[in-house]
């Protein structure tokens, strides 16, 4: 079983950037959690714990979130591409939600 590290760089690359803009949604986030949007048209608040950046399954949301919008998330917050059934179906087995 191999340690993909450089992903993991990339993912806190993507949420340092993504929660540098001055938004002030970051105040009722739990210390440990950290919000996503998720949906193709209309986007859904997430806030999900931050243990899940090391999940391989997450990680590859990720990469489809800077594939599809680089480090300009357009709701101000990390976005991410994917059905919300398919967000909360990947987190539930991930023990996140």
């Known amino acids: 079983m191999a340690i993909r ?14 929660f540098s803009n001055g938004s002030t949604t ?12 998720v949906g193709e048209l209309e986007k859904r ?4 714990p931050v ?8 990680q590859e949301l990720l990469h489809l979130a800077e594939e599809e ?3 300009n998330h357009p709701m ?9 059934d398919m967000f909360i179906s990947l987190a539930s087995r991930l023990g996140a939600l």
């Open 69 to 71: 919008f680089g480090y």
């Open 5 to 18: 590290m450089p992903r993991i760089i990339q993912a806190k690359k993507i949420l340092k950037r993504s």
């Open 51 to 58: 243990s899940l950046l090391s999940q391989p399954m997450f």
């Open 26 to 37: 970051s105040i009722d986030i739990p210390k440990g959690y950290f919000a996503v949007y």
């Open 76 to 84: 101000g917050g990390l976005t991410i591409p994917c059905h919300e």
């Open 45 to 48: 608040r997430f806030v999900v």
